[in-house]
Nanobody, 126 residues
């Protein structure tokens, strides 16, 4: 059975940093995209950062470019999201997701992902 498990998150003041990690366990695809989405109450879940596990190519939401970095550790089989210069508007529940990469390149579209973690809260105070 495939499981997506997140770790990290927490509370930090504006300008601070946090790191999220995610691992997919079980018998999963050899080639897939994996990354992070976030959601606040009353709003749709939005794509934050995605990495293609096969070639390491990345996609970022405009709101996090230059502040967040997604990377993969092939030894540990994890995908990490380093979040720097955090802002109060980054406060959300962050979800890790994995699935085949979008055929049309729309990797930040949540509709492509069927495997999700339980979420981890990130809170940034001003």
């Amino acid at each position: 059975q495939v499981q997506v498990v997140e770790s990290g998150g927490g509370s930090v003041q504006a300008g601070g940093s946090l790191r999220l990690s995610c691992v997919v366990s079980g018998n999963f695809y050899r080639s897939y995209c994996m990354g992070w989405f976030r959601q606040v109450p009353g709003k749709e879940r939005e794509g934050v950062a995605i990495i293609d596990r096969s070639d390491g190519s990345t996609s970022y939401a405009d709101s996090v470019k230059g502040r967040f970095t997604i990377s993969q550790d092939k030894v540990e089989n994890t995908v990490n999201l380093q979040m720097n210069s955090l802002k109060p508007e980054d406060t959300a529940m962050y979800y890790c997701a994995a699935d085949h990469c979008a055929a049309n390149g729309d990797h930040l579209n949540r509709a492509w992902y069927n495997y999700w973690g339980q979420g981890t809260q990130v809170t940034v105070s001003s």
